[in-house]
DNA sequence: CATGAATGAGTCTTCATTCAT
DNA sequence: AATGAATGAAGACTCATTCAT
């Protein structure tokens, strides 16, 4: 678990190939041949990070979308700030993922991207289509394109964050100030992104 | 040149230490210490690629943003469509952009890098004053969000196009029927969520 | 161990920068990598052998100075020999010392060679002044000359021994016949050379 | 020739080995490849270097000695002199001329030095057997070893400048003064030595 | 069960040299 | 006569993995 940990640090700052198990072995206190004994290979490493970090996901909002008593943009709403919350909270995973998604791409671990994909998509398109019969949300929405948005623009402000914080002139006291910051200034962007798609006629 | 083409593939292929100096060299059918003759090492190689690639950005759109007879809104649709040619024209190139942005972080390319988001930052921040002089936009638009959404959603679509093709049902004759499908479709999304932050008030 | 004596042959016939550590490793029948695994690098390897072989000096000699039933002379000529017999029998590393302090110098080398010249100063030092009070050495002895004319007069008869025996006419039954031959010529000639220095008034 | 003196230079600051044609050809702002061209290859532009420094030995002493007006031990004390002014004003070819005498043994290098020692044999052979005729040194002259110690202490002199000039507390206002320091007290020193080995009787 | 030692394959880079111009 | 471009060989070093203990 230690070593999941620290791979996954190391990982998400130098990528798969620029960490060594070496790197891996000396920063988590272990033997260097441990990680091969346990894992198996350096490969069978990275899937263990992706199925430890992924079946964590969604417990919480799968309660939460099936209670009737909460309208369909609140459902949205609470779904868009768990998302925000999970993925800032886990950010040296998710920088891993993407950069997983453009090379190395491990089958085993596409595998499980896509399925996630998948439930998402599900998740959301139920949601819509609730809304939908409800006669709140329009007609005619592109999922996929919604997420894309949706993650596409929380990866992008991840990776820009340094950028980000330099553009605005403001001052933090302390980096978990600017975070808790961006995490509002997210919100409440991706939220009228959301109500935009979901709901804009053109 | 042409090693610049082949480092591009193979980097965005395999990532910066992915791909050996050895893969690019046999690929591109040359002697394996000319790179090294060429570029001086494989850092520099990357920088050689990021100087070629980020110097041909722009020419059309400066000069069609200072004609004074479009609309903001008909420029801001150029714009969209303008960037998003050019960056499904790249893929390859813009997937080494956002992996180089997570691992590797070479200061000479992040300090590349930076500049160009200035200048697109400045470029639409230009436009969306005029707009809100001219009355048609909105007050108070975060501009680094605005465009991590735009190219969060450009590089989110690129990197997961083959789920995405495989998501919605639709058979296509050749890639590139698919890929201008994709451009279509993402240029209707994009339009829509810049109308939305641009013109919707809470 | 085994790889610091092969070393030490290479490094003496090929210099440091002509032996490479693959001829290391080959003749000394161990993997080219066990070399950077041991020692951490080629510079860490000639290091080795330099406190390996430096760590070795004097042991006999100290007590034997203490030794107050001896006269001057007698302890000069002892340490003559013994220094003389410590020389030819390692010779390769002696020649290794020479092409040090002129190429390569490396600092952590040179700091050991320079504090070795200084304790080997500070023997013939104390002899010296013991000497003189006794009345046995003249006044005004620069003790570095003396030394580089000891340590001088060896290296350069090392380094031209093949030239010696080629000129004078005696044939030797074997090498080890020449070189006890060789020694019992050095020690009668250094140590007129040292009478000489230590006594003779101008 | 001015290739010559760079390499020179370089030989004796790096060694053979160490020393690049491709630092060389830099430094002396000449194409990389004209070198190889003028040269033939970098051993025959160290044979050049040799063939260069050994040929302009031996001028004014082949007179000098001739004279009949000069006592022994005066022709004895200007062939010193002469040799320690040759051999200090030409150090960097020394350096490499010993480095030579140990590694990379270059047989047609070999040759010439080994030609230039039989020479200095020879004429101090001569000078020996004058004095002895006239009765001013004595018999059973190591010729071949007076001439290790003559030039192993100008090399070990010269090896370790940097540690004399440290362990004499005198400070000095330039190189060249303690340049001539040294020559000054290594003239005085030798010119003992010298007449030690020639007229001291054990 | 856990690990220190060892290894072969691979990394990037630099080398002296050559050749067409 | 002189050189820029190109190359094969070799350089030191690091890698993930294995294996005997």
């Known amino acids: 678990m230690q070593i999941i940990e620290v791979a996954e640090k190391l990982f998400s700052l130098k990528g798969f190939d620029g960490a060594s198990i070496r790197d891996i072995a000396e920063e988590a206190g272990v033997n260097l041949a441990m990680i091969s ?8 490493l990275m899937e263990a990070i992706f199925e ?48 997983e998604q453009i090379i190395n791409k491990n089958p085993i671990i ?3 991207v896509n399925e996630q994909k998948k439930k998402n998509a599900e998740v959301i398109g139920e949601l819509i289509k609730d809304g939908q019969k409800k006669g709140v949300f329009k007609k005619d929405i592109d999922v996929v394109l919604l997420l894309n948005s949706f993650f ?9 964050k340094d950028y980000y914080r330099n553009f605005i ?22 939220k ?7 709901t804009y006629e053109e």
């Open 169 to 190: 002139k403001i001052e933090f006291q302390s980096d978990s100030d600017f975070e808790a910051y961006l995490k509002k200034r997210l919100s409440k962007h991706l």
């Open 192 to 198: 009228l992104v959301f109500k935009a798609i979901l």
């Open 52 to 99: 430890q970090r992924m079946g964590q996901v969604r417990m919480r909002v799968e309660s939460m979308l099936k209670d009737d008593s909460l309208a369909p943009f609140q459902k949205m709403e609470l779904l868009i700030d768990e998302n925000i919350d999970r993925i800032m909270q886990r950010q040296q995973f998710h920088k891993i993922l993407i950069c």
């Open 110 to 112: 596409i595998k499980l």
């Open 152 to 160: 596409g623009t929380l990866t992008q402000t991840m990776i820009s």
């Open 37 to 44: 004994y346990y894992f198996g290979s350096k490969e069978k």
